[in-house]
């Protein structure tokens, strides 16, 4: 037998820190090159995004009454709402429903037969999408620039620490939709409408939460200030307004973002890891 065997049922694989690394860019490069593929559905992503900035620019300025501080002060806080949402969708959809979809390929069986690292298969179905939402959020961010006549931008790098923070909650949010997809199948996607629906309104990512809180303050006290990702919009967009932020003081915020940037993916791991594993042993992994 062969002196590089090193595990049965591994074969001559190997189980170490290198094959995560080239699981992760193996995978990342198949989601570009998918993405590549379609060229047209991908210049008709980007049409759509800027079409909905700009009508929340247009509505902005319509609002404001002519005066440029609120309007570049309430561009902004639309502008940097939305980035955060964008992650927020793309990590829903491109984590969770790309499990979906290798189950309609018949390809996630074999997939998961193989000895390749499944947290980096998991990572790697969003690091490329990321990848492709960051120039949609430069350009976005750019459009409203140009319309509302400048953006407040304070505290840059603390606002992309609080940025960085908040995408790796949104992982663990991924992580949990994707466990879910694998049970629910096509049903899930009225879930994950629903979330973004809901965070979109109850995060207040598009208006400032006091406009919420002047349709009802029980919505912000016991809805708002419950949600992690509340505090992750209102950290990163008064982080970059240079205004305090709305829901909890400073320190506050920093600690539920980080709290929930560190532990929000590993939880959620865990939880699609139990899902994925009850599959397994039940046979229905990979049905349709």
């Known amino acids: 037998m062969n002196d590089a065997v090193v595990n049965r049922g591994f074969g001559l694989a190997r189980l170490d820190l290198r094959q995560r690394f080239e699981t992760f860019a193996t995978m990342a490069r198949k989601t570009l090159l998918e993405y590549s593929r379609y060229p047209i559905a991908f210049a008709a992503l980007f049409a759509q995004i800027f079409l909905i900035i700009l009508l929340f620019v247009l509505t902005t300025v319509a609002f404001a009454g002519g005066d440029p501080v609120r309007i570049s002060t309430f561009a ?30 018949g390809t996630l069986e ?16 969003i690091f490329a999408v990321l990848s492709i939402t960051i120039v949609m959020c430069l350009g976005g961010l ?37 466990g879910v997809t694998i049970k629910l199948k096509e049903t899930a996607q009225l879930l994950v409408n629903g979330l973004q629906f809901f965070f979109m309104i109850f995060s207040a990512m598009f208006f400032p939460f006091s406009a919420l809180r002047n349709v009802s303050p029980a919505i912000v006290d016991y809805i708002s200030a419950m949600l992690p990702v509340s505090y992750c919009v209102d950290l990163f967009r008064s982080t970059l307004l240079g205004t305090p932020p709305e829901l909890a003081p400073w320190n506050v915020e920093w600690v539920i973002v980080l709290a929930f940037g560190l532990l929000s993916p590993l939880i959620g791991y865990l939880v699609y890891d139990r899902i994925e594993r009850k599959a397994r042993m039940e046979g229905s992994l990979g049905e349709y």
């Open 142 to 178: 750019a459009l409203v620039s140009a319309v509302a006549g400048g953006l407040p931008a304070h505290n840059v790098g603390k606002g992309l620490l609080a940025l960085l923070l908040t995408t790796s909650g949104f992982l663990g949010l991924g992580f949990i939709f994707a």
């Open 110 to 125: 074999s997939l998961y037969l193989s000895p390749a690292n499944k947290f980096s298969n998991l990572v790697s179905r």
């Open 76 to 105: 902004g806080a639309m502008a940097y709402g939305f980035v955060v949402n964008i992650i927020l969708s793309f990590t829903l959809w491109e984590i969770g429903f790309s499990i979906r979809e290798e189950q309609v390929r």
